[in-house]
């Protein structure tokens, strides 16, 4: 059964880098999205993202963050100057259209 | 406003004994519904979905769900737990267009007793 997956699966950066989270839809598939997940908190939507643009964002989702999918297949998630507060389980998640959305198993973000 | 309400924070049961987690919601229409679960460290898993139909969902594991537009509900169900379904649980919903995000309940931690 096709899967979404995400890489890496855990990521440790210094306050103020810059990190990628990378994630492989599954193939047919036409919206994407990220979510997060602080520890302890509830899974929250960061930005949706269908025929190469943004379809809708959150609060969360500042300048710092940026989207894009460079290649047809990647679908990637960039935080320019990370925050001790960036630190979270980031989710992918991707979609035929009205149906189900398919998570990924999720890149736990540790910042230091 | 769109939200999911989960009652509950944490719930503990008895190996064997039934199960209800309640999940209230408020949506403007008919929303889709979504029930995930969580394991500690580990990714979300689906449960089960209403999207339309028959009020009364099954899912994986022995789950199922009702949903009670009246109340504006969607509370899981299973007639006997394992240990192995201690972990968190999530409520969920989402529009019925596509791009539409998925709102998240603050989630049910589930203890199993021995």
């Known amino acids: 059964e096709p899967e979404v997956t995400q890489t890496p699966s855990h990521q440790v950066t210094q306050m103020g880098q810059e990190v990628i989270l990378r994630c492989v839809p599954i193939?047919?598939?036409?919206?994407f999205y990220w979510y997060r997940q602080i520890l302890g908190q509830k899974v929250e939507f960061l930005v949706s993202?269908?025929?190469?643009?943004?379809?809708?964002k959150s609060e969360i989702f500042d300048d710092q963050f940026s989207v894009e999918r460079p290649d047809g297949s990647n679908f990637t998630l960039k935080i320019r100057s990370t925050k001790l507060e960036d630190s979270a389980m980031y989710f992918c998640?991707?979609?035929?259209?009205?149906?189900?959305?398919?998570f990924g198993p999720g890149t736990r973000l540790t910042v230091t | 406003a769109q939200s999911v309400t989960q009652p509950d924070i944490h719930i503990t049961v008895s190996e064997g004994a039934s199960l209800e987690l309640r999940c209230n919601y408020s949506?403007?229409?008919?929303?889709?519904l979504f029930w995930y679960v969580q394991s500690p460290g580990q990714g979300l898993q689906l449960l089960l979905k209403?999207?339309?139909?028959?009020?009364l969902v099954q899912g994986i594991k022995g789950f199922e769900a009702e949903f009670k537009r009246s109340q504006s509900s969607f509370n899981l169900r299973k007639p006997s737990v394992h240990w192995s379904d201690a972990a968190e649980y999530f409520c969920a919903l989402r529009g019925d267009s596509s791009a539409s995000k998925i709102i998240f309940g603050s989630g049910t931690r589930l203890s199993i007793r021995p």
């Open positions: 949506y403007g229409a008919t929303p889709y």
């Open positions: 209403y999207f339309s139909g028959d009020t």
């Open positions: 193939s047919n598939h036409l919206y």
């Open positions: 993202f269908y025929n190469n643009e943004i379809s809708e």
């Open positions: 998640a991707s979609e035929l259209a009205r149906y189900e959305q398919y």
